[in-house]
């Protein structure tokens, strides 16, 4: 199993940002974690492969999206009115299942490399 994240950056409050997930392998859930400076990892999104039901962080409700596209293997963040508190290291992680917890920390079976986002004021 391996998740590779894509598509984090700079942007301003407000504005938008898409990252991706490519993943190889027998995978039941993906899952986005991020990390801001200081702060403990906190589960932000998942989404189960078969079903594709999805869960939230209370925090992002309304502004993210994830959604996954199977025959690609991939599964996509798409992240509307960033806020500064938005900044964060963001992994994706191969999970064991997707739930109201997120899948995180019990379920990451895989981590990625992580993704930088950085939402300025």
């Known amino acids: 199993v391996q998740v590779v994240e894509s598509g984090g950056g700079l942007v301003r409050a407000g504005g938008s940002l898409r990252l991706s997930c490519a993943a190889s392998g027998f995978i039941e859930a993906i899952g986005w974690i991020r990390q801001a400076p200081g702060k403990e990892r906190e589960g932000v999104s998942c989404i189960s492969r078969s079903d594709r039901i999805t869960h939230y962080t209370d925090s992002v409700k309304g502004r993210f999206t994830i959604s996954s596209d199977n025959a690609k293997n991939a599964v996509y963040l798409q992240m509307n009115s960033l806020k500064p508190e938005d900044t964060a290291v963001y992994y994706c992680?191969?999970?064991?299942?997707?739930?109201?917890?997120?899948?995180?920390?019990?379920?990451?079976?895989?981590w990625g490399q992580g993704t930088q986002v950085t939402v300025s004021s």
């Open positions: 992680a191969a999970l064991l299942y997707c739930d109201h917890g997120l899948g995180y920390p019990g379920g990451v079976d895989h």
